[in-house]
DNA sequence: GTCCAGAAGC
DNA sequence: GCTTCTGGAC
């Protein structure tokens, strides 16, 4: 695999985002740690225009996690109800708001909460401090698996390395892009026609195109 | 009823 | 690192 191609991947991608970013209230400028996590927490599996529809009522009700951790489980379900897994949901950011007095901002210890694995912790410090972490969910790896193909690593630590040479130094910027055109172009149906990477990416090259 | 996606458990 | 869990989506 040539770093020529990834170099015109990660171009094509950061032009592309320029154009099609998706905008939320989770991606104004300013969001403090806390406000980013919530919505991190929130976006896995579940759809991001379910999540907009409680997120800002969320933040009026618990405005920091200080005042997460004088909520009562049951006012907690009452406002996340709408999103689904409420219960889970709950119980998991009642016990980080009662242990924890600051989110912390290494990810390895993010990880340490509870529901929060290798993407919530990632995505929230990428998007709430720039920090320059690989950013993978499914979206990420039906997109790499596509463009890359035989070069997209099996495991998750490889794919994580691969990912991470990848990201620049507005790792926002591309981690931002790169789940927009996962969702938006390189979706399970892929839209070929209209993809910046056509012309290279060896999915369309070599299966889809003489389809 | 089956599939999915991320986290947790083993 | 593989399997199980959760519970929403289809």
């Known amino acids: 695999m040539s770093s020529e191609m990834e170099h015109r991947f990660r171009t094509n991608l ?88 600051h989110l912390p901002t290494e990810p390895e210890s993010l990880m340490e909460l509870p529901r929060v694995g290798r993407y919530v912790a990632n995505a929230t410090l990428c998007f709430a401090r720039g920090d320059r972490l690989p950013v993978l969910d499914r979206n990420v790896e039906r997109v790499y698996s596509r463009v890359f193909r035989d070069a997209w690593p099996e495991t998750e630590a490889d794919q994580l390395a691969f990912t991470q040479r990848l990201v620049p130094d507005d790792a926002r910027a591309y981690n931002l892009a790169l789940l927009d055109f996962g969702a938006l172009v390189c979706q399970t149906e892929p839209l070929c026609e209209q993809c910046f990477a056509n012309e290279y990416c060896v999915y369309f090259q070599k299966s889809r195109r003489s389809a």
């Open 14 to 101: 950061l032009e592309w985002g320029k154009e099609n970013r998706r905008e939320y209230p989770w991606r104004e400028p300013d969001r403090t740690l806390y406000e980013v996590f919530i919505a991190e927490f929130f976006l896995t599996q579940t759809p991001a225009d379910n999540v907009a529809g409680v997120y800002p009522r969320f933040l009026e009700r618990f405005p920091t996690l200080e005042e997460l951790a004088e909520a009562s489980e049951h006012e907690l379900v009452e406002v996340i109800e709408p999103l689904g897994f409420q219960n889970m949901r709950a119980e998991a950011l009642k016990q980080i708001a009662s242990t924890y007095d």
